[in-house]
């Protein structure tokens, strides 16, 4: 393989996998890509959770031991409800850590289909496209990148799980989707069946984006037996029963929160009857084609 084709694969830079979602507000309306806040009450990131110290305050509420149950039968009811969903659209913010660095918000158009499995996701920012449709194109993952050196390339067509298609994000393309996520969350919570003695649960009923909703905090009380996350906040949507936002802390050496995933899906819009046209690379409102 030649220097230039090498030096074109190193600057792939594209994220494929909408899962997080995030509002970002300042007050000058920017982005810092390393402050992440949430018109959801905010998560009291005490000693207690996002640091790996043993010596923990018990200031969280202890007292709600049915919390978790409850937990899983949101979880349940909103993978019944992603599951009843033939297709979607959807205005998803994403930010994640990868790499040990915390990447900017990405805001992106999404669009999904159950059967056969497929997205399309534009980025706001850059107008960069991917399409993933299983069973088609090979399986191949195509992605039109809009900056860099890898723009002088119209189009790559990529293993979803191979390195550079998974360069700025945590999972492939073929995670995406709340369905998934609520999967992937319900996957955790099986690996930790003792989970209410090994973390904290909170619950309430608030308002966000207009919507009503219930939001479970959870805070893990120990490094050593739960080392993927500290902390943990789901936002369920009580009227679809779906999972809309999630954030994700992982454990730091101080007890400052730690962001590594935050998914907010917004404007969700069923697709009914998802047209073929929607998934294929030869749309004209996509620019996979040149024209």
Same mark, same amino acid.
């Given at each position: 393989?030649?220097?230039?084709? &090498?030096?074109?694969?190193?600057?792939?830079?594209?994220?494929?996998?909408?899962?997080?979602?995030?509002?970002?507000?300042?007050?000058?309306?920017?982005?810092?890509?390393?402050?992440?806040?949430?018109?959801?009450?905010? @998560?009291?990131?005490?000693?207690?959770?996002?640091?790996?110290?043993?010596?923990?305050?018990?200031?969280?509420?202890?007292?709600?031991?049915?919390?978790?149950?409850?937990?899983?039968?949101?979880?349940?009811?909103?993978?019944?409800?992603?599951?009843?969903?033939?297709?979607?659209?959807?205005?998803?913010?994403?930010?994640?850590?990868?790499?040990?660095?915390?990447?900017? %918000?990405?805001?992106?158009?999404? &669009?999904?289909?159950?059967?056969?499995?497929?997205?399309?996701?534009?980025?706001?920012?850059?107008?960069?496209?991917? @399409?993933?449709?299983?069973?088609?194109?090979?399986?191949?993952?195509?992605?039109?990148?809009? &900056?860099?050196?890898?723009?002088?390339?119209?189009?790559?067509?990529?293993?979803?799980? /191979?390195?550079?298609?998974?360069?700025? /994000?945590?999972?492939?393309?073929?995670?995406?989707?709340?369905?998934?996520?609520?999967?992937?969350?319900?996957?955790?919570?099986?690996?930790?069946?003792? %989970?209410?003695?090994?973390?904290? /649960?909170?619950?309430?009923?608030?308002?966000?984006?207009?919507?009503?909703?219930? %939001?479970?905090?959870?805070?893990?009380?120990?490094?050593?037996? %739960?080392?993927?996350?500290?902390?943990?906040?789901? /936002?369920?949507?009580?009227?679809? &029963?779906? @999972?809309?936002?999630?954030?994700?802390?992982?454990?730091?050496?101080?007890?400052?929160?730690?962001?590594?995933?935050?998914?907010?899906?917004?404007?969700?819009?069923?697709?009914?009857?998802?047209?073929?046209?929607?998934?294929?690379?030869?749309?004209?409102?996509?620019?996979?084609?040149?024209?």
């Amino acid at each position: 393989m030649s220097m230039f084709i &090498k030096i074109l694969l190193g600057t792939l830079t594209f994220a494929v996998l909408g899962v997080t979602m995030h509002r970002v507000k300042t007050a000058a309306s920017t982005v810092d890509s390393t402050v992440v806040a949430s018109t959801l009450p905010a @998560l009291n990131m005490s000693e207690s959770a996002g640091s790996s110290s043993r010596d923990r305050s018990d200031a969280f509420d202890r007292t709600a031991t049915d919390h978790f149950p409850k937990l899983k039968d949101h979880l349940k009811a909103a993978h019944s409800a992603a599951a009843a969903m033939p297709g979607y659209t959807a205005i998803l913010e994403r930010q994640e850590e990868v790499d040990d660095q915390l990447r900017p %918000v990405d805001r992106i158009e999404f &669009k999904t289909r159950r059967e056969p499995f497929s997205v399309y996701m534009r980025w706001a920012d850059s107008e960069q496209e991917a @399409l993933y449709v299983h069973g088609e194109n090979d399986n191949r993952l195509i992605v039109r990148p809009t &900056k860099g050196l890898a723009a002088i390339r119209r189009v790559w067509r990529l293993d979803p799980d /191979c390195r550079m298609a998974k360069q700025t /994000c945590r999972y492939p393309i073929t995670d995406a989707g709340i369905e998934n996520l609520v999967s992937r969350i319900q996957s955790f919570y099986d690996e930790h069946k003792n %989970v209410a003695i090994l973390a904290d /649960c909170k619950m309430q009923q608030t308002t966000f984006t207009d919507k009503d909703v219930i %939001v479970f905090d959870i805070k893990f009380r120990d490094e050593a037996t %739960v080392p993927r996350y500290s902390a943990s906040r789901f /936002c369920f949507d009580e009227q679809t &029963k779906l @999972l809309i936002a999630v954030d994700n802390y992982g454990w730091s050496k101080d007890s400052k929160p730690r962001l590594i995933e935050h998914y907010f899906y917004d404007q969700i819009e069923v697709l009914a009857e998802p047209n073929e046209d929607v998934f294929v690379e030869e749309n004209p409102a996509y620019r996979f084609v040149a024209r």
